[in-house]
């Protein structure tokens, strides 16, 4: 299979206006994936699907992944002149990323036997932005993978046929796979309590320590 | 009648007995369960009626696919927040007296997914359970033991007096409230008739 | 006893029997309800489903007037059958009429059959 970066290129050539990204896995498994805006997914998941070379026509797995805000600190070393002497100055500035939610495809080839090539989406924000396009149209395995995805993260897959929850009920209001998500206080009593239980259990307890 | 007079009579080819002994001698000794299992515990439900186990030699084989003609319900697997009302839902059609098994580490707390956000923390919460049998899963050796725990169970219970068992009482209800779905969980999370939290043992002396 | 009267004594004698046989039971679990066992129905103990889920609607439910058609089809194919195994059995001692009679009785009923299939009934739909 190609390399990722023609892949991109050849994308780009193919859907005029798409901007991708490159994201590095550092790990040793090295699956850098794509990183697709959201007006142009579509289109980009179809070239990946149908280019002869790619053939990729087999979603094996969507998922998604809960960004949250984080601070990112940066330092830059300025020359300054400073009581006319000129220095380096050290500048750290605190900047915050806003989060976002993410949907992950993995597609593969079943007439090549290559793959995978990682699809990500992401979201606006984590708060009203949270549209991004359904997949569901072009690998119709995705649909029951983008429900769950919309039950655990809260995702809107706008054009999915059916986008209802699937694991939780109907009426559930939260998103539970959210990192931010704060479970019903039903504890009981657990014989050793550690981490985030024995902070419950001291408040359900509050003789134990 | 005094137990040497009765052993006596016995050896004589004569039986004697009361009606409550009779009536929990038919009980004990036919407990239809309702076919149903939830989670992974179900396949060792399914081995301990196979031929090896033999769930048959309790009278106990008839795995009844309707609620309405099961005396008791193995509560076998994990119950989900969101299967929990159905569970309920069925126990309340059995006909009385009904009895429950919680089988399995997840029917009786919630096992490994205790701090998960959609499983019940033991059927407990809802009903009222006979005997609860530890394990993920447990072997059928276990389900057979909890099967001769109810058995004795039964076998213990009065047909009159203050101790007699629910269903034979006019007072206590045979439905139990079923659980509807909330915005973030069940409710109620716990019928209180039949649940309270546990109380700590361990307290400032330890 | 006599004879004459003999065999109908012992058909009611039987009879008597076998409606106490029955009755028996349910007179004692009758009884036994009212001395021991209160009854205790409730909402979802008497509703009309018994799946687990929430019961909806009323299990008087009326059927398709259509299912008239796999009636029919039944009464063709099965009368068929019971009529055709005697015959079949019995079909080199018969005489020319009887033989005469059950091929027009044949025809009858393939002649339904023919109806039925020539109004589609037969497609799966």
């Known amino acids: 299979m190609e390399t990722l970066e023609q892949i991109k290129a050849r994308a780009e050539a193919a859907v005029p206006g798409a901007i991708l990204g490159i994201l590095l896995n550092s790990s040793p498994s090295a699956q850098h994936s794509l990183v697709v805006d959201n007006e142009h997914a579509l289109a980009v998941a179809g070239f990946l699907r149908d280019d002869p070379q790619l053939r990729l026509d087999y979603l094996s797995n969507a998922t998604g992944v809960d960004w949250l805000d984080r601070e990112v600190k940066e330092s830059n070393i300025t020359r300054q002149v400073v009581d006319g002497v000129e220095r380096d100055i050290e500048v750290t500035s605190v900047r915050v990323v806003p989060g976002y939610l993410e949907a992950v495809y993995h597609l593969y080839s079943m007439e090549l036997r290559h793959g995978p090539v990682i699809l990500r989406l992401r979201t606006g924000n984590r708060s009203d932005l949270v549209q991004i396009p359904s997949l569901t149209p072009l690998w119709r395995g995705a649909e029951f993978q983008e429900r769950e995805i919309y039950d655990l993260y809260g995702i809107q897959f706008t054009g999915h046929p059916d986008l209802r929850r699937i694991l939780m009920w109907d009426g559930f209001e939260d998103h539970p796979m959210r990192k931010d998500y704060v479970d019903p206080d039903d504890f009981e009593y657990e014989p050793t309590p550690h981490d985030e239980v024995l902070e419950r259990a001291a408040r359900h307890y509050p003789t134990t320590k | ?206 | 006893m006599t004879s004459e009267q003999g065999p109908y004594l012992f058909l009611t004698l039987l009879g008597v029997a076998a409606l106490l046989f029955a009755l028996t039971p349910l007179a004692l679990a009758w009884l036994w309800a009212r001395v021991f066992s209160p009854a205790k129905p409730g909402l979802d103990k008497n509703s009309i489903y018994e799946c687990g889920l929430e019961s909806k609607g009323d299990a008087w439910v009326p059927f398709r007037s259509e299912y008239y058609l796999y009636a029919i089809i039944f009464l063709v194919l099965d009368v068929e059958t019971l009529f055709l195994m005697p015959f079949a059995v019995s079909f080199s001692g018969l005489s020319t009429g009887a033989v005469l009679a059950m091929l027009v009785f044949l025809l009858l009923l393939v002649e339904g059959l023919v109806w039925a299939w020539g109004k589609g009934v037969l497609n799966w739909k």
């Open chain 2, 1 to 206: 009648m005094d137990e040497q007079l009765r052993h006596e009579l016995g050896r004589q080819g004569i039986f004697v007995t009361t009606l409550e002994e009779l009536y929990n001698w038919g009980r004990k000794n036919s407990l239809w369960p309702l076919g149903f299992g939830l989670a992974c515990c179900a396949i060792e439900m399914i081995a301990t009626s196979m031929a090896r186990f033999d769930l048959a030699r309790f009278g106990a084989e008839v795995f009844r696919p309707s609620p309405r003609q099961a005396d008791l319900m193995i509560v076998a697997g994990t119950v989900t927040k969101k299967m929990a009302p159905q569970v309920v839902r069925l126990y309340n059609q059995m006909a009385e007296p009904k009895y429950v098994i919680a089988m399995g580490a997840c029917a009786i707390s919630g096992g490994p997914f205790k701090q998960g956000y959609n499983v019940l923390k033991g059927i407990d919460r809802y009903l009222p359970v006979d005997v609860h049998i530890p394990g993920c899963p447990p072997r059928p050796e276990a389900l057979l033991d909890a099967f001769m725990a109810l058995q004795q169970k039964i076998a213990q219970q009065s047909l009159t007096g203050e101790h007699r068992p629910r269903h034979l009482r006019a007072d206590v209800p045979g439905e139990f409230p079923v659980p509807v779905f909330g915005a973030h969980d069940l409710q109620p999370p716990s019928n209180p008739q039949v649940w309270s939290a546990p109380q700590m043992r361990r307290g400032e002396g330890a």
